[in-house]
């Protein structure tokens, strides 16, 4: 596609329940990317994909997050027993090259948990 | 690890010149990134210094100095629509694309 494209672009749940962020990168980025914004902070990293190697998951916050990804397209980022400090955008991103500093987002995927 | 401080807020008047700042602790990196956020919307990309110096791209020129641990976003001829959050980034060695943020600016364009 023409962007990165996120899905839900909003999701209300309740405290407990599982939900799934979906993420579809710019047709042939090799890599991508998932990040945490809380409401006026910066962006937190999560994990990466980078072609078929393993994923670097040093950034999941608890083993309640996983993430996908299948080959070199969409990617599913899970978040199990949502807590109420789990309430963020969830932003995706991909790149081309590894080594350019430059990362396309996503409009990200609002999560709010009651 | 990275951290990256930025000011939290930095006001300006259309048509000036602004500069935000980005002061760094960190191990090594390839090079320091700036993106722009408006509210709700998603970062975009605005420029990369792999090399200290100054990189310019139209109305916004970037700097670096590793020396000095300390970089810039230089935003010329200020319009409304600058008005948004800036960050830094850091492109660590090894970690392809994997950037660490800094805490974000957010610029406000008064007329």
Redesign the interface.
């Known amino acids: 596609g023409a962007g990165v494209s996120q899905s839900p672009s909003n999701k209300v749940t309740e405290k407990g329940k599982d939900v799934e962020l979906r993420c579809d990168p710019i047709s042939g980025h090799t890599a991508l990317y998932w990040y945490r914004q809380r409401l006026g902070q910066g962006l937190e990293f999560l994990i990466y994909f980078q072609g078929n190697s393993a994923p670097d998951k040093s950034g999941l916050p608890s083993d309640r997050f996983s993430a996908e990804r299948t080959g070199e397209s969409v990617s599913t980022l899970t978040i199990q027993r949502t807590q109420q400090e789990d309430s963020a955008v969830y932003l995706c991103a991909s790149s081309l090259a590894p080594d350019t500093g430059e990362l396309f987002f996503g409009e990200g995927s609002r999560l709010t948990v009651l | 690890g990275q951290s990256l401080e930025q000011p939290s807020e930095v006001t300006a008047v259309e048509g000036a010149i602004v500069q935000i700042n980005c002061t760094y602790q960190t191990s090594g990196f390839?090079?320091?990134?700036w993106y722009q956020q408006h509210d709700g919307?998603?970062?975009?990309?605005l420029s990369?210094n792999?090399l200290d110096g100054l990189e310019e791209t139209g109305r916004f020129s970037s700097f670096l100095s590793r020396s000095d641990s300390y970089g810039y976003l230089l935003l010329q001829e200020l319009q409304m629509k600058d008005s948004a959050s800036y960050?830094c980034?850091v492109?660590p060695r090894g970690?392809?694309?994997?950037?660490?943020?800094?805490?974000?600016t957010q610029l406000k364009v008064e007329l």
Do not use: E, R, V
């Not at chain 2, 919307?41 to 990309?45: E, K, R, S, W, Y």
């Not at chain 2, 970690?95 to 974000?104: A, D, H, P, S």
């Open positions: 390839y090079g320091l990134s919307g998603a970062p975009t990309f990369y792999a960050f980034a492109q970690g392809g694309n994997k950037l660490t943020f800094g805490t974000g």
